[in-house]
């Protein structure tokens, strides 16, 4: 068996980003949010690198008056209704909030990507505030949105990867999903774990990879969980060397290959306005796994790609 490379990312543009003060913490990399999209387009093409876009499916919309009919959470948490960071406008007036430019540009790409599902208004499964019936709207009005616009919806990506309702994916046709990185105490909010997992980082700890037969046995639909998080440039974030993410995703890689597993490594688009070195470590992840596969060791998959090849292994082995 090659190696198995993913990438997906998460594509929410302001909609995964809760509390005034940190959506002014972002705001200049939302407002160049379509300047870093068309450099990540050209990447990818640059490298032949089909990616999975788990997108807000809000997205897709030019414009809407809120959804009346849509049962929205109150989170405890938040000060107002998750409906209210619905601006109700365009997106002229509110580009964070409406991206179907954003999504034909990934469309128009030379590569041929994969559009998920990243839940319609970014709703945090899991949470006691997102009741069965919450998540079941947002997932039908997803699957709508979807096959209005042609686009198959087979890949999930949890917003938060709060992992939860997976019982309710198959009906909407979701076939695969992104679960959480085998790393206990990345799920852990105790403060010693985000040192933990800093750590990682900054020591280039060889991240988790999967094998296909074990995945295999999960689902349908199945879990393919993250490897990797394309550390951002944020806080003492940034003290961690470019050289250092590089290295991290090259021993995944690596580990992929010579055992013959999955290596899943994600980030958000809006992540590549934190720093100029965040460009640097997916270029030169991306041509690590480029020349990789051009030597025939690695494969790279999307999401639903990977899922059905997975599946497929399974069967034959099988059938002995
Ligand atoms: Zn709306
Ligand atoms: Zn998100």
Redesign the pocket.
């Known amino acids: 068996l090659p190696g198995t490379f993913i990438l997906s990312l998460d594509t929410e543009i302001a909609w995964g980003t809760y509390g005034a003060a940190d959506v002014a913490a972002r705001a200049a990399s939302f407002d160049v949010y379509r300047d870093l999209i068309c450099r990540l387009l050209d990447l990818l093409d640059r490298y032949q690198i089909p990616a999975t876009w788990a997108v807000v499916g809000?997205l897709l919309?030019d414009a809407?008056d809120?959804?009346p009919d849509l049962p929205q959470p109150h989170y405890v948490w938040a000060d107002a209704p998750d409906a209210d960071r619905?601006p109700?406008t365009d997106a002229m007036r509110d580009p964070w909030y409406y991206g179907p430019d954003v999504i034909a540009a990934i469309r128009a790409a030379q590569v041929e990507h994969e559009i998920g599902t990243h839940t319609f208004t970014h709703v945090l499964a899991g949470d006691a505030a997102v009741t069965p019936a919450i998540w079941e709207a947002q997932l039908a009005a997803c699957a709508a949105l979807h096959r209005e616009h042609g686009l198959p919806m087979h890949a999930l990506v949890y917003p938060q990867n709060r992992v939860a309702y997976v019982d309710r994916l198959a009906a909407h046709g979701i076939t695969v999903y992104r679960g959480q990185e085998a790393r206990p105490y990345r799920r852990s909010t105790h403060p010693a774990a985000r040192l933990l997992s800093l750590l990682d980082y900054a020591l280039s700890r060889t991240p988790p990879t999967y094998a296909p037969s074990t995945l295999a046995a999960s689902g349908p639909p199945l879990n393919l969980p993250a490897s990797q998080f394309l550390l951002s440039y944020d806080g003492v974030r940034r003290f961690i060397p470019t050289g250092a993410r590089i290295r991290q995703a090259r021993r995944g890689l690596d580990q992929a290959i010579r055992r013959g597993e999955i290596y899943h490594l994600w980030f958000h688009p809006f992540n590549l306005g934190s720093g100029a070195g965040m460009f640097d470590a997916l270029a030169g992840i991306l041509k690590l796994a480029a020349a990789r596969r051009d030597a025939g060791d690695l494969q790279v998959l999307t999401m639903g790609a990977a899922a059905d090849w997975i599946r497929a292994q399974g069967e034959s082995n099988g059938a002995g």
Do not use: K
């Open positions: 809000h919309l809407c809120g959804h619905d109700c």
